[in-house]
């Protein structure tokens, strides 16, 4: 578990949430974000996912209600959700590319991103997106340099419901609980997100993940196979030196290879 | 014959397969163990910042494996196995444990042979995995997914088997390295290293010697 100083995060409450996407717009503004241009899918949903230039979405679940109206939304606020084992600081090859601020929220750096995808593909959340034109990865990073100041994220200051909640973390959960709420998505989940949910409905109605993990695959690749290497290494090495020190060099003399 | 010098230990080829081989691994290793491990990124640093180092890594990972796929045609051919490489098998050749058996071999010793598949199978799989790496778009989540420990793993095996085969090739067996830097050896290794090359070498009338 990492411990931060004072860990500042988002409880989402998608009940309050109108899909006014006032906090797309918010991010847009303060990160200063070109429009991208997306055409009508028959939806009110859009953009259609979260790109190098969304970095937040609400995101349309439609479900059938029985009724003659016959739909009901679960909207879900998408964007970075800060984890604290997060998979993309784990994968990450170049020093500070990814970092921790101090909140506890996880930024970037374009300027030491090399553009490997690791991020991109290992991500549970499936959320940094790569951009072709800067040839860099770009997420949410919980306005890190709002948050540093004493303000709150864009989007949650944009908020009109009070659907995005922000705050002390464990002010929030207990907030949250006060209020009834049983399953906080966020609270254990990666050793604890930065940005959690009160849910109305399963996770996976939701389009989350029931239970995020970091891939095995990246366990493997960074708990064992690493450490294997830091000692398989040195170790191959000194045997090597070990066996030239006991047996010494095989001399071929001459004449000897004559003998038939 | 004692004392005589044969030059063709080795074709212009082979070396030129050899050494592209050894020196776009190690730049891969340098460039790829400075990316697996961040206090290691002076790694980086010295090829150019962590991009500079990227871009190297793609470009002598592309020269690996052309010089795999060349090192693979030249040298198949003389790495089957065969029954006398049954009696080289029971001591180990001597290798490990000193012994003065000799075994009528022919161009590679049985272990140099389980080192030619050794390096073509990791090679083969660090170089697909870092094709899939390299375009992870191209591909399902899944398959990139699997591809980062594999080609960490094939790396691994790939640096162990180059310290092993350093070291055999140098310090462990003085007169053996010169074989493929300069092609040039005593008759005597080449008679006790390859006998049944030299002869053959010999009887056509190919061994050069001075």
Same mark, same amino acid.
Not at chain 1, 3 to 27: G, H, L, N, S
């Given at each position: 578990?990492?411990?931060?100083?004072?860990?500042?995060?988002?409880?989402?409450?998608?009940?309050?949430?109108?899909?006014?996407?006032?906090?797309?717009?918010? @991010?847009?503004?303060?990160?200063?974000?070109?429009?991208?241009?997306?055409?009508?899918?028959?939806?009110?949903?859009?953009?259609?996912?979260?790109?190098?230039?969304?970095?937040?979405?609400?995101?349309?679940?439609?479900?059938?209600?029985?009724?003659?109206?016959?739909?009901?939304?679960?909207?879900?606020?998408?964007? @970075?959700?800060?984890?604290?084992?997060?998979?993309?600081?784990?994968?990450?090859?170049?020093?500070?590319?990814?970092? #921790?601020?101090?909140?506890?929220?996880?930024?970037?750096?374009?300027?030491?991103?090399?553009?490997?995808?690791?991020?991109?593909?290992? @991500?549970?959340?499936?959320?940094?997106?790569?951009?072709?034109?800067?040839?860099?990865?770009?997420?949410?990073?919980?306005?890190?340099? #709002?948050?540093?100041?004493?303000?709150?994220?864009?989007?949650?200051?944009? @908020?009109?419901?009070?659907?995005?909640?922000?705050?002390?973390?464990?002010? %929030?959960?207990?907030?949250?609980?006060?209020?009834?709420?049983?399953?906080?998505?966020?609270?254990?989940?990666?050793?604890?997100?930065?940005?959690?949910?009160? %849910?109305?409905?399963?996770?996976?109605?939701?389009?989350?993940?029931?239970?995020?993990?970091?891939?095995?695959?990246?366990?493997?690749?960074?708990?064992?196979?690493?450490? %294997?290497?830091?000692?398989?290494?040195? %170790?191959?090495?000194?045997?090597?030196?070990?066996?030239?020190?006991?047996?010494?060099?095989?001399?071929?003399?001459?004449?000897?290879?004559?003998?038939? | 014959?004692?004392? *005589?010098?044969?030059?063709?230990?080795?074709?212009? /080829?082979?070396?030129?397969?050899?050494?592209?081989?050894?020196?776009?691994? $190690?730049?891969?290793? !340098?460039?790829?163990?400075?990316?697996?491990?961040?206090?290691?990124?002076?790694?980086?640093? =010295?090829?150019?910042?962590?991009?500079?180092?990227?871009?190297?890594?793609?470009?002598?990972?592309?020269?690996?494996? !052309?010089?795999?796929?060349?090192?693979?045609?030249?040298?198949?051919?003389?790495?089957?196995?065969?029954?006398?490489? =049954?009696?080289?098998? *029971?001591?180990?050749?001597?290798? !490990?444990?000193?012994?003065?058996?000799?075994?009528?071999?022919?161009?590679?010793?049985?272990?140099?042979?389980?080192?030619? +598949?050794?390096? !073509?199978?990791?090679?083969?799989?660090?170089?697909?995995?870092?094709?899939?790496?390299?375009?992870?778009?191209?591909?399902? &989540?899944?398959?990139?997914?699997?591809? +980062?420990?594999?080609?960490?793993?094939?790396?691994?095996?790939?640096?162990?088997?180059?310290?092993?085969?350093?070291?055999?090739?140098?310090?462990?067996?003085?007169?053996?390295?010169?074989?493929?830097?300069?092609?040039? $050896?005593? &008759?005597?290794?080449?008679?006790?290293? &390859?006998?049944?090359?030299?002869?053959?070498?010999? *009887?056509?009338?190919? /061994?050069?010697?001075?």
């Amino acid at each position: 578990m990492v411990e931060f100083k004072t860990q500042k995060a988002f409880m989402i409450y998608p009940e309050k949430c109108t899909a006014c996407r006032a906090c797309q717009v918010a @991010c847009k503004n303060w990160n200063q974000l070109p429009a991208t241009k997306t055409i009508n899918r028959g939806t009110f949903e859009n953009p259609p996912d979260m790109d190098p230039f969304n970095y937040t979405k609400i995101k349309f679940n439609e479900y059938g209600n029985g009724s003659d109206y016959g739909i009901k939304w679960l909207f879900l606020k998408q964007q @970075c959700l800060h984890c604290t084992e997060a998979t993309c600081m784990i994968v990450c090859p170049s020093n500070g590319a990814l970092y #921790r601020t101090p909140e506890g929220a996880v930024a970037f750096n374009p300027e030491k991103c090399i553009g490997c995808k690791y991020c991109v593909m290992t @991500c549970p959340f499936e959320v940094p997106k790569f951009s072709e034109d800067t040839k860099t990865i770009s997420k949410c990073h919980l306005c890190h340099d #709002r948050m540093a100041n004493g303000l709150s994220p864009a989007c949650a200051k944009a @908020c009109p419901t009070g659907a995005i909640v922000y705050g002390d973390r464990d002010k %929030l959960i207990a907030e949250a609980k006060a209020q009834g709420a049983q399953n906080i998505y966020g609270e254990n989940e990666l050793d604890g997100l930065h940005v959690m949910y009160v %849910l109305a409905d399963s996770p996976d109605k939701y389009g989350l993940p029931v239970n995020p993990k970091v891939p095995m695959t990246v366990v493997l690749w960074k708990r064992f196979i690493k450490p %294997l290497v830091k000692w398989g290494i040195p %170790l191959t090495a000194l045997a090597v030196l070990l066996h030239f020190w006991l047996h010494g060099p095989h001399v071929v003399s001459e004449g000897k290879g004559g003998e038939k | 014959m004692a004392g *005589k010098i044969v030059t063709n230990g080795s074709t212009a /080829l082979e070396k030129i397969g050899h050494w592209a081989l050894v020196i776009s691994c $190690v730049i891969c290793m !340098i460039t790829g163990f400075g990316f697996m491990f961040r206090s290691l990124d002076i790694f980086q640093k =010295i090829f150019g910042l962590p991009h500079g180092a990227k871009t190297v890594h793609h470009f002598f990972g592309l020269v690996f494996f !052309i010089s795999l796929i060349l090192v693979f045609l030249i040298w198949v051919k003389d790495c089957g196995f065969d029954s006398e490489d =049954i009696k080289w098998f *029971k001591v180990f050749g001597g290798y !490990i444990i000193r012994t003065d058996q000799h075994f009528d071999l022919y161009k590679f010793n049985p272990g140099q042979k389980i080192f030619f +598949y050794y390096t !073509i199978i990791f090679g083969a799989i660090v170089s697909i995995t870092g094709y899939i790496m390299w375009n992870p778009f191209a591909w399902s &989540r899944g398959a990139v997914q699997l591809s +980062y420990p594999l080609h960490a793993l094939s790396a691994f095996m790939f640096a162990l088997g180059f310290i092993g085969h350093g070291y055999l090739g140098s310090w462990a067996n003085p007169g053996s390295l010169s074989v493929i830097t300069s092609g040039r $050896v005593t &008759r005597a290794w080449c008679d006790h290293h &390859r006998p049944r090359w030299t002869r053959k070498m010999v *009887k056509e009338g190919k /061994l050069k010697e001075e």
